[in-house]
């Protein structure tokens, strides 16, 4: 009776078990590290995750005619949204698993992932590749993608910082003009002067909670207010007097002069706004500008571009780019390097540029791009803007002190995304009218301290 | 998105009034038609969601982002046109269909004959074997996923469909031993007998008087575990990749953070819906019959 029962059981944990190997005997015969793109056995495949923004789309449609026919190498894409593709990588990296021999990763992962040697060096790929021109990549993007040993493991698909943008024709209305390197404070008079409650507000800024949303712009005001996240010896300085002074000088600004609703609006809110004539000024990524100046955008050729707004420092624009990285377990870094090397080129972007079209090349990376005249056409209204706010911002020492660790609107470690986005939602709630900003960021100083205690 | 399905088909079987055969068993002689309008009510609440997706799918994806939603914006087909456009739509229906299939047919081998033990021939114990069962679903999946991840990423299981198969095996047989137990309960100890006093072996008596009794209960089961494979997400999104992705997991890859994907990820939605609600369609005879067994219980 006894047996009879558990037959089922027995029976079903031995076809666990036989599955598992047959599993097992698959993944071997692919040649190791876990299946994945190894499973046709040749090197002539690679296997590619990247986030879903529209310039990767590009590149998945242009890869099989004009790179896999070149080169004989298949390219096997995983398309995912950005905080999926984060958790994706991240897992897959973190043990190894080489699943993926190429990621879309940035300039937020790679110190720790190279510390963590998750990635394939690419300095001597680079350098032995003349074609690539490593010189020609934008210095703050390169630095960004380079690892505390001095090695690149990234190569940049597009780049971006950040600037004003505001309407000129608005401006010129209203008698006023934008100085050529505004501080906050003539900022927020701006906006006060040409706020109209009922219709256009004086400017646009995230309120959106997340790491990645309201922080981004906010840790540039507060890096330029004198504040840090982090002072060199790992003490959190979350409720510092410049960080609390920064903090609610963006609150109050946001909350006088800015979008209704500010407490739910990120970057496409705030790009709305914008384009449909709900605010005067913006302060957001440099990559916005082409949606604004694209054809048939009611606003195009009324905006101009200023610097990243400053206070105590000289620059104050992020610097952000979305880069490709080679798994340090790939066996097919060769073909990886052939694949990003073409992805991250010049002549990628003049490939875009004829089939796809100007206004679509993942620019802001070389400097290059900003001699092309033909992309100038498209994009001369930012595309100086964008070079100088690039080329000005120094992701190793942004603001008024030494830092443990490299990164501009962020830290780059890896509890740094879950931390900000904790203390983002309370700031949120401070923009929506409830708390004080001192609570805020009271509690965001034990959070962050108990953070910065692993580094100690 | 795959948590439509199940409203689908509940909204299938909403609609569908139950048989005659059925109704005769019931005590009322005539039912109260505002029952039938209430039913009716219920079934169209579960399935707007659904045919709005629809809906959805087939607009532009300016009009499906536009708020108040426009009902009479101009169809296209554009959204399905880039679903199939992409290379990987077809491996990834294919990888769920095997997924799905394999376990489900596993999970019906499995469960039978332990349902048969436990209650045409209960074994000893046999309700502390039906605990221990439920039990193994105690655990959240997710508690699950990191070990089952890095047990798959030592053995080289990882991204090979027959992991996907034995997990959901293990996942659906607790619930499959549990439903067919209770519609092989409904097999009268008399016409066991009889079969047996008529000289029926036991192949002959499960044949020919257990089986009939018992397909809607085998249909109603393999078609439960059947979208419970179908529209697992957790466990294929951690454990494949490049080759061997599920359906869901190939729909969030639509979901961009800049631009519009809501008529794409509709349209792929409703693909993905499509085998389910088809299954239920076929098995929709047996499926009445045999959710209302269990459910009198």
Known sequence: MTARRRAPLALAALSTVALASTACGGAGGGGGGGGGGSTDGTADSISVIMVNNPQMEDLQQLTAEHFTEETGIEVQFTVQPENDVRALIAQDFSQQAAQYDVATISNYEVPFFSENSWLAPLSDYAEQDADFAQDDILEPISAGLTGSDGEIYAEPFYGESSFLMYRTDLFEQAGLTMPEQPTWQEVADLAAQIDDPNGTRGICLRGLPGWGQVFAPLTTVVNTFGGTWFDADWNAQVNSPEFVEATQFYVDLVQQHGEAGAAQAGFTECLNAMTQGGTAMWYDATSAAGSLEAEGSPVAGSIGYAPAPVVETESAGWIYSWAWGIQAASEKQDAAWEFISWASSQEYEELVGAEIGWSSVPAGKRASTYENEEYLEVAGAFAEATEAAISSANPNDPGVQPRPAPGIQFVAIPEFADLATTISQDISSNIAGQGTVQESLDRGQEAAQAVADNYK | ?297
């Open chain 2, 1 to 297: 998105m795959a948590a439509t399905a199940p409203s689908t088909t509940a909204a299938a079987a909403d609609a569908a009034p139950p048989r005659q055969t059925y109704r005769k068993h019931s005590k009322l002689n005539r039912p109260n038609p505002l029952w039938g309008v209430a039913a009716w009510a219920v079934g169209l609440l579960f399935a707007t969601p659904a045919l709005w997706m629809v809906l959805t799918s087939l607009h532009r994806e300016v009009d499906a982002a536009t708020n108040p939603p426009s009902l009479l914006a101009p169809l296209t087909l554009d959204g399905y046109r880039s679903f199939f456009g992409s290379s990987n739509a077809w491996p990834a229906l294919i990888n769920s269909a095997t997924a799905s299939v394999v376990s489900t047919l596993l999970v019906l081998a499995l469960s039978i004959p332990a349902a048969y033990a436990l209650s045409i021939r209960p074994v000893k114990r046999w309700s502390d074997v039906l605990f221990f069962l439920l039990s193994t679903r105690f655990l959240p999946i997710v508690a699950a996923v990191l070990p089952l991840y890095l047990f798959a990423v030592t053995t080289g299981a990882l991204d090979q469909i027959g992991l996907l198969i034995a997990l959901y095996t293990a996942m659906n047989l607790p619930i499959a031993v549990w439903m067919m137990r209770s519609f092989l309960a409904e097999v009268p100890v008399e016409m066991l007998e009889a079969a047996q006093l008529d000289g029926a072996g036991l192949i002959r008596t499960l044949r020919s008087v257990v089986a009939p009794v018992a397909m809607p209960g085998i249909a109603a089961t393999a078609l439960i575990c059947f979208i419970f494979s179908w529209q697992e997400l957790l466990l294929a999104r951690s454990l494949t990749g490049v080759v061997a992705g599920t359906a869901p997991v190939f729909l969030t890859s639509f979901v961009t953070s800049q631009g519009l994907f809501l008529a794409q990820v509709c349209a792929a939605a409703t693909v993905v819906s499509l085998p389910v609600l088809i299954a239920g369609f076929a098995a929709q005879d047996k499926l009445v019959q045999g959710l209302s067994l269990g459910a009198v219980k």
